[in-house]
């Protein structure tokens, strides 16, 4: 897990523990003594990051609520993913040159649905305003 990961995990006081024993990927839990990730064991580090990252978006976004319905689920899964997304996009900007921006590629290489180009693309515009169309 990147340092950068582990300050974030520091600054909002959440553990991260591993089982082989869960069917989800991870899922994060507030108890009594504070907040957790339950991840599942053996992921690689750059998967490993960007579901931490999404967890903590989840902090941030939302303070770890339960989901209220379908609707809340949505735009809390959506905002969580936009976080982590926010994270990953700056580092792949800074390894490209601008002209190789691509948003598919972004996702491919980091194992991510093509669900999220628009978003991708968006960030990349955002993050790097001297790209004029970002390819996909």
Not at 42 to 48: H, K, L, P, R, V
Not at 113 to 132: A, E, F, G, H, M
Request: with cysteine; net charge negative.
């Amino acid at each position: 897990m990147d340092l950068s990961i582990k300050r974030l995990l520091n600054r909002y006081n959440v553990k991260v523990e591993y089982t082989n024993e869960v069917e989800f990927t991870a899922r994060l839990f507030n108890t009594p003594k504070g907040m957790v990730i339950i991840m599942h064991s053996g992921m690689s580090d750059e998967m490993e990051n960007q579901v931490v990252l999404h967890e903590i978006g989840h902090i941030k976004n939302d303070g770890c609520q339960s989901y209220q319905d379908w609707r809340s689920r949505i735009v809390m899964e959506k905002d969580a993913n936009e976080y982590m997304l926010g994270k990953v996009v700056g580092d792949y900007i800074n390894s490209c040159d601008p002209s190789e921006l691509n948003s598919i590629d972004f996702l491919e290489r980091h194992n991510l649905s093509q669900s999220l180009d628009y978003t991708v693309r968006n960030l990349i515009r955002k993050n790097c305003p001297n790209t004029d169309d970002v390819k996909s």
